[in-house]
């Protein structure tokens, strides 16, 4: 990570069927540092899907970021089926979402350079644990995606923020 800028990763978490999310991880770094992380629930609760409006909030938390200086940046946020995607889709506000994806970074888009001499592609992008590593940061993975939101669901919240918060750092590292 370049040192002096402001960045603020993201991860989303949701469920495959319903297409429901259930949280976010965000992490903030200032030059190069780590100054905060959370895991943002929906006002109606830890144990709710987020509806209209907190979707809507997170998108406007993140446009607040981007205006004062901030690069917004996750793993597969900006894909196909993508944190972003997802999160324009639950907020409804389309104009917002647009505003702040256009100004945000995927760290899975950004490491399509010179992938010609890989198998990556668009639709097969490279794992956010291989670009962290690769790019000298320890990330092993204790479960899927899928698995997390099986540990929100039974509740265990403990679990189920390790892995999500681990995301969100990992994408503001690299």
């Known amino acids: 990570m370049h040192r002096n800028n402001k ?3 993201f991860d989303l978490e949701w469920d495959s069927k319903s297409k429901t999310i ?3 991880s965000v992490v903030t770094f200032i030059d190069g540092k780590k100054v ?3 895991v943002i ?3 109606e609760g830890n144990d709710k899907g987020w509806n209209q409006q907190d979707a809507n909030d997170f998108l406007l938390v993140l446009n607040d970021y981007q ?3 901030f690069k917004v940046i996750g793993h597969n946020t900006l894909g196909i089926d993508s944190d972003m995607q997802r999160l324009v889709s639950s907020s409804g506000n389309t104009k917002l979402g647009l505003k702040v994806s256009l100004r945000s970074f995927d760290t899975m888009l950004l490491a399509f350079r ?3 001499q890989t198998n990556f592609s668009r639709h097969f992008g490279p794992s956010l644990e291989n670009l962290a590593n690769a790019s000298g940061f320890s990330l092993t993975k204790s479960m899927s995606g899928a698995d997390a939101f099986g540990y929100w669901k039974s509740g265990n919240l403990s679990e189920f923020e390790k892995y999500i918060s681990a ?3 990992a994408a503001g590292e690299i």
Request: charged share 20%.
């Open 167 to 169: 995301d969100a750092e």
């Open 67 to 69: 205006n004062n200086g």
């Open 22 to 24: 259930v949280a976010a």
């Open 36 to 38: 905060d992380s959370r």
């Open 114 to 116: 010179g992938g010609q």
């Open 41 to 43: 629930y929906s006002s």
């Open 7 to 9: 960045v603020i990763s």
